[in-house]
Each structure stands twice: as structure tokens, then as C-alpha cells.
């Protein structure tokens, strides 16, 4: 069975610091990794996809992707009070669904 | 990125009234739906995957008669808790994939409240 794990939290981190989320994968032919960012009593929202290893930028946000080590992180920079959410990694490959891990619940405290 | 739309946001049903949510792609042709429910404080729980044109695939433990799933146009999916009670009160949530990119965005989501 595939599975996708992260740290359920919460992960408290200071406004201004960088918050680092972390998804582990088990299925080794994965070829699609995702961010979604989900608020309390909304639904989720797509912040960052990364296919490559690698880092991926964009504004405040880093995807990073290691593939050998099944190991995909998001990086967010001076983090803000509106940045607490539940952050979702998601897993897949093309034409198959994909896989959600639990989510890691973020506070950034002001 | 993509917009998907879902209608109603909020429901109110007495118990044993069937309720329909509707759930469209508005700008881009999805092949492949997705519905999920989430319980407070809870994960995401994958229901079932909506192909266009073919029956739904539910996941283990869903009941295919108590939630109907139609998928009949490549930007359409609805899906139907018929005679609802109090423990199907949720938050029900669909998403559609983006063949074009295999990215997959989600509705706004529906609280169905059972009475």
C-alpha cells in the first residue's frame, strides 16, 4: 500500500523564522510531489508541485526533492501568523490518484 | 491555478432527505474527480474517484448506493448523499485533475449539516 507520512505537529515556529516541513513516500516510481496548504474549515490549495530532485522556488516557499531518499520538504521563509495552516503532501504519478499524507498543522506565533 | 467550483457551500437537510452537491472544472476538462470527506480535526478521507463517462471507483468502506456519483460531462461531477443522517454530517470536498499539468485542485468544499 502506498503511504505518505509527515509529522502531524503542530510545528511552532516565531514569525520571521523559516518553518521546514517534512514528507516521507514509500511507492519508489512516484513522479509527481506536491504542497497543498489547507486553512481551519477550507479546503486545500495547491502552493508548490515539484517533479525534478532538486529545490524549487517560489516567493517565500522551497520545495526540495530527493527521490533516492523518498523525501520531499517545504521550506518557508520568514514565516507570517497567516502562514498557521495545515500543510499536505501529496504524492502520485500521471494517470494514477494521488496520495495524501496526514498533514503537518503549522502555528507561527506573532 | 485551475478554478473548481462546488455548489451549495453550506446544507442543512433534515434526516432522511437525499442531498445533491455539484462540483465543476471552470476552466480547464477533467477526465478524473475526486470526492473526499473530512470530519473536524481530521484528514482528508478519499470517497471515491469520478471518470468521466464510467462508474465511479469508490474506496473500501464507502457504500456506492448511499453515495451516488455521476460524472457526465468533462466538467461536471455530482454527487448524491441520498437519505442522509446525522453521521454523514461533514465537510464533503471534490477536486478535479488537470490532465494538461497532473495537477489536481480542489473545491471550496460543502458542510452538510443533517438535522
Known amino acids: 500500500q502506498k503511504e505518505v507520512e509527515q509529522n502531524s505537529g503542530p510545528l511552532s515556529v516565531p514569525e520571521g523564522a523559516i518553518a521546514s516541513l517534512n514528507c516521507t513516500y514509500s511507492d519508489r516510481v512516484s513522479q509527481s510531489f506536491f504542497w497543498y496548504r489547507q486553512y481551519s474549515g477550507k479546503s486545500p490549495e495547491l502552493i508548490m508541485s515539484?517533479?525534478?530532485?532538486g529545490d524549487k522556488e517560489d516567493g517565500r516557499f522551497t520545495a526540495q526533492l530527493n527521490k533516492a531518499s523518498q523525501y520531499v520538504s517545504l521550506l518557508i521563509r520568514d514565516s507570517q501568523p497567516s502562514d498557521s495552516a495545515t500543510y499536505l503532501c501529496a504524492v502520485g504519478n500521471y494517470g494514477q490518484n494521488f496520495v495524501f499524507g496526514p498533514g503537518t498543522r503549522l502555528s507561527v506565533l506573532p | 491555478g485551475a478554478v473548481v467550483s462546488q455548489h451549495p457551500s453550506r446544507v442543512i437537510c433534515k434526516s432522511g432527505t437525499s442531498v445533491k452537491i455539484e462540483c465543476r472544472s471552470l476552466?480547464?476538462?477533467?477526465?478524473?474527480m475526486f470526492w473526499y470527506r473530512q470530519f473536524p480535526k481530521q484528514s482528508l478521507m478519499l470517497m471515491a474517484t469520478?471518470?468521466?463517462?464510467?462508474?465511479?471507483?469508490?474506496e473500501q468502506g464507502v457504500e456506492k448506493d448511499k453515495f451516488l456519483i455521476n460524472h457526465a460531462s468533462l466538467t461536471l461531477s455530482t454527487l448524491t448523499v441520498t437519505s442522509a443522517h446525522p453521521e454523514d454530517s461533514s465537510f464533503y470536498i471534490c477536486?478535479?485533475?488537470?490532465?494538461?499539468?497532473?495537477?489536481?485542485?480542489f473545491g471550496p468544499g460543502t458542510r452538510l449539516t443533517v438535522l
Open positions: 515539484i517533479y525534478s530532485n
Open positions: 469520478s471518470n468521466e463517462g464510467s462508474k465511479a471507483t469508490y
Open positions: 477536486s478535479a485533475r488537470d490532465p494538461d499539468y497532473n495537477e489536481q485542485f
Open positions: 476552466d480547464f476538462q477533467a477526465t478524473t
